[in-house]
Antibody, heavy 120, light 109 residues
Framework: EVQLVESGGGLVQPGRSLRLSCAAS????????MHWVRQAPGKGLEWVSG????????GYADSVKGRFTISRDNAKNSLYLQMNSLRPEDTALYYC?????????????WGQGTLVTVSS | EIVLTQSPGTLSLSPGERATLSCRAS???????LAWYQQKPGQAPRLLIY???SRATGIPDRFSGSGSGTDFTLTISRLEPEDFAVYYC??????????FGGGTKVEIK
């Protein structure tokens, strides 16, 4: 059974940093591209960042480019999102998501999300 | 960058009725690389359709996807009580980026 378990969310002040982690199991981690997708309260889905199976292809939404860094450790079956210079508009539920392909295609499994709240 | 526009924003229907949801792209979606997801309150999204018309594993056949180019449709042939939810389309093929539409809420009339 595929499992994606996010951690690292919480309440943080504007301008501070936070690092999200996602522990993956139940599939061959380095056979899949991975993504972070967020959902602000009461809003729709927003793709944040994604990377290919070997980290050779990495992308960011314009809203987070230059502030967030995605990475993966295939030896540890883990995905990360380093979030710097956080803003109130980054407040959202952050989902770790598994791609069907080795590069970005569509998402076949989602975690349950970790909540990030940016507020003073 | 492709922008996806979903319509209507909200669809009010009764169980047993047919639901037709639209997803329009600002430019042609290569190779019909379009997916649909369902999201219920308090839950993560669930993959319904990929490749514009292929059902994901375990998805009932009352869900169908169609379309090509810039116009895509998700059809639910007969709404069941558990189908009332928010539906999102998503385009791929612009690796490494994904793009989601704004969503359509299907609510009970």
């Amino acid at each position: 059974e595929v499992q994606l378990v996010e951690s690292g969310g919480g309440l943080v002040q504007p301008g501070r940093s936070l690092r999200l982690s996602c522990a993956a199991s139940g599939f061959t981690f380095d056979d899949s591209a991975m993504h972070w997708v967020r959902q602000a309260p009461g809003k729709g889905l927003e793709w944040v960042s994604g990377l290919s199976w070997n980290s050779g292809s990495i992308g960011y939404a314009d809203s987070v480019k230059g502030r967030f860094t995605i990475s993966r450790d295939n030896a540890k079956n883990s995905l990360y999102l380093q979030m710097n210079s956080l803003r109130p508009e980054d407040t959202a539920l952050y989902y770790c998501a598994k791609d069907k392909g080795i590069v970005a295609t569509f998402i076949d499994y989602w975690g349950q999300g970790t909540l990030v709240t940016v507020s003073s | 960058e492709i922008v996806l526009t979903q319509s209507p924003g909200t669809l009010s229907l009764s169980p047993g009725e047919r639901a037709t949801l639209s997803c329009r792209a600002s430019q042609s979606v290569s190779s019909n690389y379009l997916a649909w997801y369902q999201q219920k309150p308090g839950q993560a999204p669930r993959l319904l359709i990929y490749g514009a018309s292929s059902r994901a594993t375990g998805i009932p056949d009352r869900f169908s996807g169609s379309g090509s180019g810039t116009d895509f449709t998700l059809t639910i042939s007969r709404l069941e009580p558990e189908d009332f939810a928010v539906y999102y389309c998503q385009q791929y093929g612009s690796s490494p980026k994904l793009t989601f539409g704004g969503g359509t809420k299907v609510e009970i009339k």
